[in-house]
Nanobody
Framework: QVQLKESGGGLVHPGGSLTLTCVGSARTFDNNHMAWFRQAPGKEREFVAASHWIGNQVYAASVKGRFTISRDNIKMTLYLQMNSLKPEDTAVYYC????????????????????WGQGTQVTVSS
């Protein structure tokens, strides 16, 4: 069974917007911190944004003010609204879930996230 599934990627022009969606399950989503990571060709997978299970948000400096992470706990769905997109935002975007106890601090480290989706491609080009 697929526990996390991303969708919404595509090709956009610089300055454009795109919304990514990640659908989870009770096992992957309930009471878990959730995050978005991305990996560009030839680069390490990097942190983008995270959502604490009670709603607090953390962003990488490179996307702060442009991206917004949100979640719908009833629908078990995570979102990433991306605005003012730049060519350097081009990457495969991954949804991830942190299975540690809910009282654990929110993390920007990929090692904290044990469950991952298969990724969705975002390409920003003129």
């Amino acid at each position: 069974q697929v526990q996390l599934k991303e969708s919404g990627g595509g090709l956009v022009h610089p300055g454009g917007s795109l919304t990514l969606t990640c659908v989870g399950s009770a096992r992957t989503f309930d009471n878990n911190h959730m995050a978005w990571f991305r990996q560009a060709p030839g680069k390490e997978r990097e942190f983008v944004a995270a959502s604490h299970w009670i709603g607090n948000q953390v962003y990488a400096a490179s996307v702060k003010g442009r991206f917004t992470i949100s979640r719908d706990n009833i629908k078990m769905t995570l979102y990433l609204q991306m605005n003012s997109l730049k060519p350097e935002d081009t990457a495969v975007y991954y949804c991830a879930a942190d299975p540690r106890p809910s009282y654990s601090p929110i993390s920007d480290q990929r090692e904290s996230y044990a469950w991952w989706g298969q990724g969705t491609q975002v390409t920003v080009s003129s």
